[in-house]
C-alpha cells in the first residue's frame, strides 16, 4: 500500500509557473514507477508525465513537453513536476501515481497505475 498527497496546485495567470508536489508513503516508493495526470471537467483523465524508479527515464505528453519537467527524490518519498509557461487549456485536477516497476518502462495508461493521490486543483486564467 501507497498512500500519495500531491500539492502545490493554485490560481495563476496564463504564463506563470507552479511546481506541484507528490508526497509519498508507505512501501518504498523508490521500487515504483511514477506518473502525474490530469483530468479537467468534462473530460477524461490524461497522461501528463511519468518517471521510472531510478529517474533516468522520463516521458511527456506532446501538450506539455518542452514546458514540464518531472523529477523525483526518493531519499525524501517525493515527486515534483515543475510546469512553466502554464495556458488555460492547462487547467485541470492533476494526480499522482504510481505502479510497481524496477525497470526503465514507463506508462501512460491510468489503468495500469495502482495507486492515486487526492488531486490538486491547477486554475490558469488567460
Known amino acids: 500500500q501507497v498512500q500519495l498527497v500531491e500539492s502545490g496546485g493554485g490560481l495563476v495567470q496564463a504564463g506563470d509557473s507552479l511546481r506541484l508536489s507528490c508526497a509519498a508513503s508507505?512501501?518504498?516508493?523508490?521500487?515504483?514507477?511514477m506518473g502525474w495526470f490530469r483530468q479537467a471537467p468534462g473530460k477524461e483523465r490524461e497522461f501528463v508525465a511519468a518517471?521510472?524508479?531510478?529517474?533516468?527515464?522520463?516521458d511527456y505528453a506532446d501538450s506539455v513537453k518542452g514546458r514540464f519537467t518531472i523529477s523525483r527524490d526518493n531519499a525524501k518519498n517525493t515527486a515534483s513536476l515543475q510546469m512553466n509557461s502554464l495556458k488555460p487549456e492547462d487547467t485541470a485536477v492533476y494526480y499522482c501515481a504510481v505502479f510497481p516497476r524496477y525497470s526503465r518502462y514507463l506508462s501512460h495508461r491510468v489503468a495500469e497505475y495502482d495507486y492515486w493521490g487526492q488531486g490538486t486543483q491547477v486554475t490558469v486564467s488567460s
Open positions: 518517471i521510472n524508479w531510478s529517474g533516468d527515464n522520463t
Open positions: 508507505g512501501r518504498t516508493f523508490s521500487s515504483y514507477a
